[in-house]
T-cell receptor
Framework: DTEVTQTPKHLVMGMTNKKSLKCEQH?????MYWYKQKAKKPPELMFV???????INESVPSRFSPECPNSSLLNLHLHALQPEDSALYLC?????????????FGQGTRLTVV | KQEVTQIPAALSVPEGENLVLNCSFT??????LQWFRQDPGKGLTSLLL???SQREQTSGRLNASLDKSSGRSTLYIAASQPGDSATYLC??????????????WGAGTKLIIKP
């Protein structure tokens, strides 16, 4: 199983809503990542969890709140988003052990903020 | 600061041709380099990963090379097919104690294979 599964695939939310994006992998990977991707741009790193601990927060606004409940799951909680936050949100994982950093991506959640 | 460049930004070739996509990076102290494919509105699919100690990797019709000293990698696609149409991105994982294995991305090459 080399899959990273993201749900939902599409999400439309108002600026006052609270929603969550979910990511799951069962490859035993110990690093998990959230990326944001705007159209025709490369992914931008938001957060990195290694061994279930937040190791990188790329100065992301507090309206985005990550959570790593266990080694297989990664959530991104969304609250009071702005229309400019509309983007494709990608989750990725990598083994991390032994320096193996090969990244595997999910299919993304297309988020639209109205 | 590491910068990754992919040229050209777009490429259109007839079906059946062999082609080369280019990726260059400014800091040769990389840990590895990874090539990805992205279809419109979809996630990224890992194609090949080359460790810094390797010169090339092959998977089917794809061959990726790495020349650290010149800061270049190429992705060679043999006998191109319309299904190869996608955006191809390269990303380097930067070595160093503070890098935490972050990926530094090129902007991608949009490839169109004409039937």
């Amino acid at each position: 199983d080399t899959e990273v599964t993201q749900t939902p695939k599409h999400l439309v939310m108002g600026m006052t809503n609270k929603k969550s994006l979910k990511c799951e992998q069962h490859m035993g990977h110990r690093a998990m990542y959230w990326y944001k991707q705007k159209a025709k741009k490369p992914p931008e790193l938001m957060f990195v969890y290694s061994y279930e601990k937040l190791s990188i927060n790329e100065s992301v606004p507090s309206r985005f709140s990550p959570e790593c409940p266990n080694s297989s799951l990664l959530n991104l909680h969304l609250h009071a988003l702005q229309p400019e936050d509309s983007a494709l949100y990608l989750c990725a994982s990598s083994p991390y052990k032994g320096g193996n950093t090969e990244a595997f991506f999910g299919q993304g959640t297309r988020l639209t903020v109205v | 600061k590491q910068e990754v460049t992919q040229i050209p930004a777009a490429l259109s070739v007839p079906e059946g041709e062999n082609l080369v996509l280019n990726c260059s990076f400014t800091d040769s102290a990389i840990y590895n380099l990874q090539w990805f494919r992205q279809d419109p509105g979809k996630g990224l699919t890992s194609l090949l990963l080359i460790q810094s100690s390797q010169r090339e990797q092959t998977s089917g019709r794809l061959n990726a090379s790495l020349d650290k000293s010149s800061g270049r990698s190429t992705l060679y696609i043999a006998a191109s097919q319309p299904g190869d149409s996608a955006t191809y991105l390269c990303a380097v994982s930067h070595s160093g104690p503070d890098s935490n294995y972050q990926l530094i991305w090129g902007a991608g090459t949009k490839l169109i294979i004409k039937p």
